[in-house]
């Protein structure tokens, strides 16, 4: 259901406010209705001039968890006592200080903690070390506290799992939240917090963005830490970053965060002043290729193109110049060097996992589908992983080849609004095949940015007949995240959407 309520500025973004039960502002106070006012810029300058307290900010955002946890599921650790320590023992200073923060329960570690990845094979592990981007959110000043749900390993665009249940979306309950970020996005979308971490492997950060109405940038791969264990995922595939209710967080979270790490074989172009300078330059007349179909040939739901074509029409009016166009790659090709890549990665750091622990891998410790992977792992041989990189690179350099003529590729981010909860399900009733299908076809245009590590965005511009969000997919040259923010501010102003939020209340 779609409310627009009145907006407050805060900061310099206007961010809406976002009806709450009676219970929730109780608990929460006049504290917690800054969380529905400020983005996380906005959120630090409060702290800065001692309007506001890190540990209020933080017990609202508790608060806030607590009270909308049971009907979305979003949480998948509660780290509320670590963050009150951290803020006891004092934090540094930097852009977001104060601010409350979630990590995706995927791939990002906190020495003492566990990290889980949405999988009973990982339940209750401590980790053994702090990631590198843990750290530079540290820095920052963000206050962890607490880690958001995830499928099993972030191998499905819908954030249902054994180990945690089903994360439901807060503009419908009934409807996936996307997925494999989806806790953060519903966590975002349910007013807990402005930001939260977020994945993407294969559009994990762009399809809960656009599910839950929220901005989401996949960075170029290099741009943002993967270590200290690892500096890549995926043979490259995954990308670290965010997703926002404001672009300008998303911008000032990648200049708290980008840079090479140590150890890294490969790190994104540097750039130009800071990603938050970009939202106040304009972009300039930009060409703009228009990609209707993807290139897998799956069906478009009528309501993302009737979305697609308004959002064309907006590009035009703000003076780009839009024509339909696609670069010509190997969709079956590059799916079967993508499965490839993820299946062997998988099976690889499973069977290492399962020996340290000292099990074996069966169904009562993995899902059938992370079975099926590493089945699949198992049986490739490193000629076959060879010949997958050298597909991506080949895509990589197509596409970059197509984009001397085009600044951009804008597109649906998924093929349809977001499906009903179960359509894309883990039961062990549907088989591998089937479900490799369900959700290639409905996110057939996310997964391009990742083979290529090219950035990509995407924007909440579209609304469905019956109140569902419809993102809009902006994809850019490698290492021009620049270039795509630039768009994003330019966009944000001419047609915001603050103001539209769901009702949770």
């Known amino acids: 259901m779609l409310t627009t309520r009145r907006s407050v500025l805060a900061g310099g973004t206007a961010i809406a406010a976002l009806g709450l039960p009676k219970t929730t502002r109780a608990a929460s106070g006049k504290v917690g209705e800054v969380l529905d ?119 499905t665009g819908t954030t249902e799992s054994t180990l945690k249940g089903a994360t439901r979306n807060p503009w419908n309950p009934e409807r996936v939240a996307g997925g494999s970020s989806g806790g953060a996005a519903a966590a975002v979308a349910a007013g807990v917090i402005p930001a939260a971490h977020a994945t993407d492997g294969g559009g994990s950060i762009r399809i809960p963005a656009s599910c839950c109405g929220l901005f989401g940038m996949k960075p170029s791969r290099g741009r943002t830490p993967m270590g200290p264990n690892r500096t890549e995922g995926w043979a490259g595939l995954s990308a670290h970053h965010v997703i926002t209710r404001s672009v300008r967080d998303s911008a000032a979270l990648l200049d708290a965060t980008h840079g090479v790490e140590p150890g890294s074989r490969y790190a994104a172009p540097t750039p130009d002043g800071t990603f938050l300078a970009q939202l106040e330059r304009k972009p300039g007349r930009l ?111 197509t596409v970059a080849q197509f984009m001397a003529d085009y600044d951009v590729i804008l597109s649906p981010t998924l093929a349809a609004p977001p499906l009903m909860l179960g359509q894309i399900n883990l039961s062990p009733d549907v088989a591998f095949p089937e479900w490799g299908q369900r959700a290639a076809m409905f996110s057939p245009f996310t997964q391009v940015a990742n083979f290529t590590g090219q950035p990509s965005m995407s924007v909440p511009l579209g609304m469905s007949g019956d109140g569902l969000p419809i993102g809009m997919q902006f994809t850019g040259r490698y290492g021009e995240e620049a270039l795509l923010y630039r768009l994003a501010g330019q966009l944000e102003r001419a047609a915001p959407w603050a103001s539209r939020r769901p009702v949770t209340g």
């Open 37 to 155: 006012t400020h983005d996380a810029l906005g959120l630090a300058r409060l702290v800065r001039k001692r309007k506001i307290s890190p540990s209020e900010l933080l017990e609202a955002a508790i608060a806030r968890a607590e009270a909308m946890n049971p009907r979305f599921n979003f949480m998948a650790q509660k780290h509320y006592d670590y963050a009150r320590a951290e803020i006891a023992r004092g934090l540094p200073d930097g852009p977001f200080t104060g601010v409350p923060w979630l990590l995706k329960d995927l791939g990002t570690f906190v020495k003492g903690l566990p990290t889980e990845g949405g999988s009973r094979i990982n339940k209750g592990v401590a980790a053994q070390f702090t990631s590198e981007l843990v750290e530079r959110y540290r820095r920052a000043g963000l206050v962890v506290f607490g880690k958001t749900t995830t499928p099993e390993f972030g191998l």
């Open 287 to 397: 060409r703009i290729a228009l990609m209707r179909k993807p290139l897998s040939g799956a069906p478009v739901d009528p309501e993302c193109l009737a979305a697609l074509d308004q959002a064309a029409r907006l590009c035009e009016s703000l003076g780009h110049h839009v024509e339909e166009a696609a670069p010509k790659l190997d969709a079956g090709a590059m799916g079967q060097a993508s499965f490839v890549l993820i299946a062997s990665s998988l099976a690889a750091d499973l069977t290492d996992q399962a020996s340290r622990l000292g099990i074996e891998l069966g169904p009562d410790v993995l899902e059938p589908i992370t079975l099926a992977f590493v089945g699949y792992g198992k049986t490739t041989s490193g000629s076959d992983f060879a010949r997958a990189n050298n597909t991506m690179q080949a895509a990589a350099v």
